[in-house]
Antibody, heavy 122, light 108 residues
Framework: QVELVESGGGVVQPGKSLTLSCAAS????????MHWVRQAPGQGLAWVAV????????YYADSVKGRFTVSRDNSKKTLFLQMNSLRTDDTAIYYC???????????????WGRGTLVTVSP | SYVLDQPPSVSVAPGETASIICGGN??????VHWYQHRPGQAPLLVMY???DRPSGIPDRFSGSKSGNTATLTISRVEAGDEADYYC???????????FGTGTKVTVL
């Protein structure tokens, strides 16, 4: 079954850290760039980060650059998002998404997970 | 930063046609992709490269582009089409993926 399953969400205080995971199954994970996309309460989708298939390139949204780090373990078919210095405006459902291609820029998302909720609250 | 504008909402009766527009600078030179997002579910790609439909997406869904506006059209609307719809492009100037502001389609 081709799917992406996110985990690791929860409630965390501002300034703290949290790591999200995304487990892939049913397809050649190592051949695709992978993304994180989030949706804050009452808001639309917002792209967060992308990592190329070979980890050589990654890009970040301005709002998370310097605080979040995207990584992957192709042998375990897992994508990660390390989130540091969390802020209340990072509260959102975080989705992982598969890129149709392996490079980090210029394409689109052809498979999504159901998301994991991160709540940043004092 | 690059912005893609969409109308917040579109209402349509069953069997009628819904048109969702997406506007931004230089859209005419970019590839536009569209996603359907129902609450509590994973988003779903419904159109890529302006007008190409993924397998499994009904031919009631079509895409077009004219000037700086891309349009997703849903013909013969059904109750199951009720969802939020987002356009998306790649902004090569900033190396960022950009989503439109989103349009909520309500089936009356």
């Amino acid at each position: 079954q081709v799917e992406l399953v996110e985990s690791g969400g929860g409630v965390v205080q501002p300034g703290k850290s949290l790591t999200l995971s995304c487990a892939a199954s049913g397809f050649g994970f190592g051949g695709h760039a992978m993304h994180w996309v989030r949706q804050a309460p009452g808001q639309g989708l917002a792209w967060v980060a992308v990592i190329s298939y070979d980890t050589r390139k990654n890009y970040y949204a301005d709002s998370v650059k310097g605080r979040f780090t995207v990584s992957r373990d192709n042998s375990k078919k897992t994508l990660f998002l390390q989130m540091n210095s969390l802020r209340t405006d990072d509260t959102a459902i975080y989705y992982c998404a598969r890129d149709v291609q392996g490079s980090a820029g210029g394409w689109y998302f052809d498979l999504w997970g159901r998301g994991t909720l991160v709540t940043v609250s004092p | 930063s690059y912005v893609l504008d969409q109308p917040p909402s579109v209402s349509v009766a069953p069997g009628e046609t819904a048109s969702i527009i997406c506007g931004g600078n230089n859209v005419e030179t970019q590839s536009v992709h569209w996603y359907q997002h129902r609450p509590g579910q994973a988003p779903l790609l419904v159109m890529y490269y302006d007008r190409d439909r993924p397998s499994g997406i009904p031919d009631r869904f079509s895409g077009s582009k004219s000037g700086n506006t891309a349009t997703l059209t849903i013909s013969r609307v059904e109750a199951g089409d009720e969802a939020d719809y987002y356009c998306q492009v790649w902004d090569s100037n900033s190396d960022h993926y950009v989503f439109g502001t989103g349009t909520k389609v309500t089936v009356l």
